[in-house]
């Protein structure tokens, strides 16, 4: 069974540009998550999809934006691209929300550096 | 809002030798789920251990098992018989147990990085 796709691996943008980054979550996985690494902040819960429906949302600006496909692929978007947004951004699947304590299935994520 | 405590940003031990790395966490649910996950070089998140709060026995997962102290609201992770691909960030994480809203999200640590030495 295929694991968690991110892809790009590694993206480099400038400063005012917008990205989209892209997480195919493994087969018969409905819910995805997104999760921002940085060495400063740590990881930080990002939102969470399911049924193409966003459940949750972290504390970030509204230039962070996600959707879901109906094959529960997800993107995400940054948008107005700033210095800080450069990150590892981890994408995490699960069956459905509230999986409980099977935990999550996580991508290898997207290395973003803004310059 | 829950927080989860990695007091040690670095460990070492040598092969085959024990090591434990500790994590502690705050919150006011009694039913909740606690993780450990590895993050190697390779960026990905795997997890390596899992443990529901109401079970009172202690999970084992081959080499890997924990030492979870409910009211000392502690989890630490044990490491047995350490090998050179155990070498890598790892991380503690809560989830409530309740679902939906904000629940289905976990809160992680800030990490504890693990070399293993010959």
């Known amino acids: 069974k295929a694991g968690v796709t991110q892809t790009p691996r590694y993206l480099i943008k400038t400063r005012g540009q917008q990205v989209t980054l892209s997480c195919s979550p493994i087969?018969?996985?409905?819910?995805v998550s997104w999760y921002q690494q940085t060495p400063g902040q740590g990881l930080q819960f990002l939102f969470e999809y399911f049924s193409e429906t966003q459940r949750n949302k972290g504390n970030f600006p509204g230039r962070f934006s996600g959707r879901q496909f109906s094959n529960s692929r997800s993107e995400m978007n940054v948008s107005t691209l700033e210095l800080g947004d450069s990150a590892l951004y981890l994408c995490a699947s699960s069956a459905s929300p509230g999986v409980g304590n099977y935990g999550y299935t996580f991508g290898s994520g997207t290395r973003l550096t803004v310059v | 809002a829950q927080t989860v405590t990695q007091s040690q940003p670095e460990m070492s031990v040598q092969e085959a030798e024990t090591v434990t790395l500790s994590c502690t966490y705050d919150t006011s649910e009694s039913d909740y789920y606690l993780f450990w996950y590895k993050q190697p070089p390779s960026r990905q998140m795997i997890l390596v251990i899992r443990q529901e709060a109401y079970k009172q026995q202690n999970a084992t997962e081959n080499r890997f098992s924990v030492n979870f102290q409910k009211a000392a609201k502690s989890f630490s992770l044990k490491i047995s018989d350490s090998q050179l691909g155990d070498a890598a960030m790892y991380f503690c994480?809560?989830?409530?147990?309740?679902?939906?809203?904000?629940?289905?999200?976990?809160?992680f640590g800030t990490g504890t990085r693990l070399q293993v030495t010959l």
């Open positions: 994480a809560y989830r409530t147990s309740i679902n939906g809203g904000t629940a289905s999200k976990l809160t």
């Open positions: 087969s018969g996985h409905r819910s």
